[in-house]
């Protein structure tokens, strides 16, 4: 129905997957691309950095970022989208929420604004453990829009890998809503390995709930679950 699972080998897989599927979205006219951070969109970004996809037409709009982090920190997402993407494909225009932003809520306002503006064409996801997407915890609302958010002990505990000084995570963030993610055209979310699987199970249930913020994705009409998971099809 509305959620096609593709489920693949490995990481490598995955990436081959998407990178022929984005030079469909771009041969199709795609102009509004919303971007996802975390390990599981490295190989991905990898396979566009050293493909010949040109992304010189394309406005991007980012999940989530920090508060408190720029991009001249190691940390932030907007050093990751520079690090894996952005230095090596230009784009016409990229977009990810200020976590330096003197009024976050203004931030919040604009970046929502911006975004709904231009229309997402088809947004990437990747899935916490605990079942986030973007930063919406358990217990965000399915009608959400772009907005500071606290993160859970899950999330800190997990992310603390990638902080030397564990007291550095900032425990705040900016991230899309529920609805605004709601709002892309298309949306393809990818998610490796066991520690995903309970995340997977409760949107395989087709039960929405706030508990599990991945289930939002059942209303929506166009996901694509891109997964080495094996058994995880409802
Ligand atoms: C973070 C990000 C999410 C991301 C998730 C999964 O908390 N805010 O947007 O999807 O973690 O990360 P990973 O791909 O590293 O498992």
């Known amino acids: 129905k509305n959620i096609r699972y593709v489920k693949v080998a490995d990481k490598n897989e995955a990436a081959g997957i998407v990178l022929e599927r984005m030079r469909e979205e771009l041969a199709g006219g795609l102009e509004v691309l919303g971007l996802a951070t975390g390990s599981t969109m490295e190989p991905i970004y990898e396979a566009w950095a050293g493909s010949d996809l040109d992304f010189s037409g394309v406005t991007s709009f980012n999940l989530d970022e920090y508060v408190g982090l720029g991009a001249d920190n190691a940390n ?3 050093w990751f989208m520079n690090q894996h993407l952005f230095s090596k494909k230009p784009f016409k225009e990229t977009n990810i929420p200020d976590g330096t932003a003197d009024n976050l809520a203004e931030e919040c306002e604009e970046y929502e604004a911006r975004l709904r503006d231009a229309g997402i064409d088809l ?6 453990e605990n079942g986030h997407i973007a930063f919406n915890e358990p217990g965000t609302p399915f009608t959400s829009i772009t907005h500071v958010t606290q993160l859970t002990d899950s999330t800190l505990g997990v992310n603390s890998q990638y902080f030397e000084d564990r007291s550095a995570i900032p425990e705040t963030a900016l991230t899309m809503g529920i609805a605004s993610i709601l709002s892309a055209k298309k949306i393809i979310l990818i998610a490796f390995g066991e520690k995903k699987r309970h995340a997977l199970e409760q949107l395989a249930k087709g039960q929405e709930t706030t508990e599990f913020p991945i289930t939002a994705l ?3 009409q166009d996901v694509t679950i891109i997964t080495d998971l094996d058994n995880i099809q409802p």
Do not use: E, I, K
């Open 76 to 78: 932030s997402y907007a």
């Open 123 to 128: 947004q990437f996801l990747g899935v916490g």
């Open 218 to 220: 059942l209303s929506h």
